[in-house]
C-alpha cells in the first residue's frame, strides 16, 4: 500500500511538471473549442462548483443519512479553503485570462480579480475533490457522479482561461489529500461520532 502511494505521487509531480512546461499551449489550445453551447454548459458547471451551492449540497446530503460525518465533512471544507487561500497568497500565480493568453467572460473575469484571488492552486478543484473520500466512503453509489462532476468543474477552469493544467492537478491532488487525511483522524478519534451522539443522542 505504501509502495503504491509512493508512485501515485511520484506520477502526480511527473504530471505536473510536465503540465508547468506546457500549460499555455494547453490552455491557448483547449481556448479553441470555445462555442456558445459549451459556454452555456461550463458556465453551469461553474455555478453548481460555487463553495456556497457545494457546502449546502454536501451538508444537506450528509444530514439526510450520515449525520455523524457532519463535522468531518465540514473540517475537509474548512481545510481545502484555508490551505488553498494561503497557497494562492504566496504563489501569487497570475491566471491565463490576466496575462492575456486567452480571453474571459466579463461576468468571470469580475468575479475573479480580487487582491488574493490568483490562479494556484486552483480552488474549486480543491472545493469538489476534497469531498471524493468522504463521499466515496459513505455514498459509493454516489461516488462516480461526483468523481465526473469534479472532472468538469477542474476543466471548465482551464476552458474559461481561470486556471492552468498545472493549478487544477495540484488543486485537485490536495484536496484529495485533505479528505482522506481527515478521515484517517476521523477512524483514529471518532471527533465527529462524538459531536453526533451529544448534539443528536442526548
Partial sequence: MKKKWILIGMSIILVVIVSLYFDSEIVEGISLIRNDLFND???????ASS?????????????WKRKKFILPLWITLGLAVAVSFLLKVAVQRQRP????????????????????????PSFQAMLVFC????????FPKLKYWW?????LVGFSRIY????????????????YLIGIGVIKLEKRYKFGEKVYRKIFRK
Avoid: R, Y
Fill in 131 to 138: 469531498a471524493i473520500p468522504l463521499l466515496s466512503k459513505q
Fill in 97 to 120: 485570462f490576466q496575462l492575456g493568453l486567452v480571453s474571459i467572460l466579463p461576468v468571470l473575469e469580475k468575479a475573479s480579480q480580487a487582491v488574493w484571488n490568483f490562479s494556484f
Fill in 160 to 175: 474559461f482561461g481561470l486556471h492552468f493544467l498545472s493549478d487544477v492537478i495540484v488543486g485537485a491532488a490536495i484536496g
Fill in 147 to 151: 468523481i465526473a462532476f469534479a472532472v
Fill in 51 to 63: 463553495e456556497i451551492i457545494v457546502f449546502f449540497f454536501l451538508t444537506g446530503l450528509f444530514l
Fill in 41 to 47: 454548459f461550463f458556465m453551469g458547471i461553474t455555478f
